[in-house]
């Protein structure tokens, strides 16, 4: 692979994993929150969409014959193990998990697209990728802002736990785009 195809081969890796591991968060939410919780048919929804997300990355890794991480089943297991812990601490903490994963994920988006940008100005345009980044970008931006207004900053430890949870994130999108 050219430098340039290696570098978009791990955009969509990285991408796909991020899907792979917050449908895997809302999944384990769930299952502890069930239906009655506050906040469960926002986290429902919000899960609809990820998994949405998800499924227009694993065509486009099928399209353009990218690997997937291969980390993704561990990814898998610990967003499922996050998502299940944060919804035993309560829907405030569920809502603090997501606030912490999409404040992660808008900046690995944006930075994304500013590379993006930068191959276009240099007459390497991927109008496909960067238009899918740029649309999901905006939903896990109202994602955040969702958490935010139902209450995620009132999540016992909120600092503590939003950064040991943007730790993980920026951590993950480090090796998923390596592995």
């Not at 606030?99 to 994304?112: F, K, L, M, P």
């Amino acid at each position: 692979m050219t430098g340039r195809s290696e570098q978009r081969a791990r955009m969509i890796r990285v991408d796909h994993a991020g899907e792979v591991g917050a449908t895997r968060i809302y999944a384990g939410q769930i299952a502890v929150m069930g239906d009655r919780a506050p906040h469960s048919a926002q986290i429902r929804a919000m899960a609809e969409q990820e998994a949405a997300h998800r499924a227009e990355f694993d065509a486009l890794l099928t399209g353009r014959g990218v690997r997937p991480t291969a980390l993704q089943p561990l990814w898998s297991a610990a967003g499922y193990a996050l998502g299940a812990a944060t919804a035993l601490l309560g829907p405030e903490a569920a809502m603090a998990c997501t606030a912490a994963v999409e404040t992660e994920i808008d900046r690995h988006y944006s930075r994304q697209l500013e590379t993006l940008e930068q191959d276009r100005a240099d007459g390497r345009d991927d109008p496909e990728l960067a238009a899918l980044i740029a649309r999901f970008r905006e939903d896990e931006r109202e994602h955040h802002a969702t958490a935010i207004a139902s209450g995620a900053e009132r999540a016992p430890a909120y600092r503590l736990l939003s950064g040991a949870i943007r730790l993980g994130c920026r951590a993950a999108i480090r090796l998923s785009e390596r592995v």
